[in-house]
Nanobody
Framework: QVQLVESGGGLVQAGGSLRLSCAASGFTFSSYAMSWYRQAPGSERELVASISSAGGSTNYADSVKGRFTISRDNAKNTAYLQMSSLKPEDTAVYYC?????????WGQGIQVTVSS
């Protein structure tokens, strides 16, 4: 049974930091590219950051470059999103995504709220 379970969200003041984790099971984690998406109320889901299967390549949305860092630990089957210098506009539900060829899995999402 495939599972992606996000943790680490919550309420933080502007300028603060949070680290999201995505624990994976039920598939070969090290073969999958991992991404974080987010969706704010009334907005479409957007890609925040992605990392290749071996971790050698990363990409970021312009809005988070220099503030967020995506990483992964294939030995622990876990992906991370370190978020710093958070802004109120970062408030959203954050989703973990795993993708390999035609296979794609999503986590249930976790709320991140940044207060001004």
């Amino acid at each position: 049974q495939v599972q992606l379970v996000e943790s680490g969200g919550g309420l933080v003041q502007a300028g603060g930091s949070l680290r999201l984790s995505c624990a994976a099971s039920g598939f070969t984690f090290s073969s999958y590219a991992m991404s974080w998406y987010r969706q704010a109320p009334g907005s479409e889901r957007e890609l925040v950051a992605s990392i290749s299967s071996a971790g050698g390549s990363t990409n970021y949305a312009d809005s988070v470059k220099g503030r967020f860092t995506i990483s992964r630990d294939n030995a622990k089957n876990t992906a991370y999103l370190q978020m710093s210098s958070l802004k109120p506009e970062d408030t959203a539900v954050y989703y973990c995504n795993a993708r390999h060829s035609v296979y794609e899995y999503w986590g249930q999402g976790i709320q991140v709220t940044v207060s001004s």
